[in-house]
């Protein structure tokens, strides 16, 4: 396994187009790593990259302590899988994964035995011997994994090669996936639009938004700190209120007076959904705050409310297990642990 130092990394297409706007990241050798963001956030600029399949305008890229910036894709090591197969469709799943290591000149029984290696681990089973258009989505992709992880790159580069799946099959993968990496030990860098998706499977994620990373660190920082209001909004549902006044460890909010135990400045505090907890009728307290339901989602394994409260609204997820469920149109009061309240900045 490799590591990989980007600094300073610009792109641009175009006059306007600013694809990556000054890019500095360092990812560890083994790491599962996922570059998170919205659609056209400049991901698949950064992962071709580092394939060598696009230049940077500006700034350095460093793979395996090599400085690759002027190194052709073929001369790094460092594979590809993306969104589409590009598999040969009129041959075999055993010829398409023996492919590459033939270009590479390996003799034909050591090939023989990697590509058995690797349709076992994958679990390829019978599937070996059809051919490629004889097999469903996401048979292909699993056949595109396969093909990539067979040739050992240092660096698996993968963009969004699981989001044309449907679910059942996608979060099946996402363990195979997850599972291939860590016993082989390579360093993967993924890339995702999905948030739920790069928190299951990420050692650290870089979240993106127009051309720029806006924080790097694991999924529960990630959630649990968000860096800005643009995370905090793109890694789940966070109810945000504006402070307008602070003294000590009290703040006044949009919400009303609320305790943090700690508070980190910033214009605005999050509270996330599932750390609130929901009281029937009027309760008096320290961060006890009063509303009245107006929606509930039921979901089985917990419930949704939106209440009106102080002139605006707030989202709760409850677990509602031996609980009496409150219903739309009952007063309620929310209690908000202080260790819970986040402070960040616009
Ligand atoms: P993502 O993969 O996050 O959706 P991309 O890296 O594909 O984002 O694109 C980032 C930005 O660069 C977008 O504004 C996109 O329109 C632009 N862009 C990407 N590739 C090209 C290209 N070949 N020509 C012109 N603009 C491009
Ligand atoms: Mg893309």
């Known amino acids: 396994a490799s590591s990989i130092t980007m600094s300073g990394l610009h792109k641009r297409f175009g006059r306007d187009a600013v694809a990556l706007d000054g890019v500095d990241l360092t990812i560890e ?18 992962l071709r990259i580092l394939a060598g399949l696009e230049e940077a305008d500006e700034g350095q890229l460093n793979i395996g302590g090599k400085d690759v910036t002027d190194v052709a ?7 590809t899988v993306f969104q589409s197969y590009a598999l040969f469709p009129h041959l075999s799943v055993r010829e398409n994964l023996a492919f590459g290591l033939k270009m590479k000149g390996m003799p034909a029984a050591e090939r023989e035995r990697k590509v058995a290696e690797i349709a076992q681990f994958i679990k390829l089973g019978d ?22 992880l067979v040739c050992e790159p240092d660096v698996l580069l993968l963009d969004e090669p699981l989001s044309a799946l449907d679910a059942g099959l996608r979060s099946q993968l996402q363990v195979e996936l997850l599972r291939v990496q860590k016993r082989l030990g ?33 999924p529960r920082e990630v959630y649990e700190h968000p860096a800005n209001a643009f995370v905090a909004r793109f890694m789940g549902h966070g109810n ?21 135990e700690q508070d980190a400045g910033g214009a605005l505090v999050l509270i996330r959904p599932e750390t609130l907890d929901l009281k029937l009728g009027h309760v008096e307290g320290r961060n006890h705050l009063h509303g009245r339901i107006s929606e509930r989602l039921y979901r089985g394994s917990h419930a949704e409310f939106r209440l ?17 469920m409150p219903d739309v149109g009952d007063e309620v009061t929310v209690v908000v642990a202080p260790e819970d309240l986040v402070t960040l900045s616009e």
Not at 197 to 214: C, F, P, T, Y
């Open 29 to 46: 050798a083994g790491e599962f790593f996922t570059l998170l963001g919205p659609s056209g956030c400049g991901k698949t600029t950064l």
């Open 73 to 79: 894709p073929h001369h790094r090591s460092v594979n």
């Open 127 to 148: 599937l070996i011997d059809r051919r490629i258009d004889q097999l469903s989505g996401g048979q292909r992709q699993r056949i595109a994994l396969a093909r990539a």
């Open 240 to 260: 945000l209120y504006s402070v307008t006044a602070r003294s000590g460890n009290q703040l006044t909010t949009e919400l009303g007076e609320l305790e943090v």
């Open 308 to 324: 009106e409260l102080a002139g605006t609204s707030l989202q709760a997820v409850v677990n509602n297990r031996g609980k009496h």
């Open 186 to 218: 390579m360093t993967f860098v993924f890339v995702t639009h999905d948030q739920d998706e790069a928190m299951v499977m990420s050692d650290r994620i870089a979240v993106l938004n127009g051309g720029k990373i806006q924080q790097v660190g694991a």
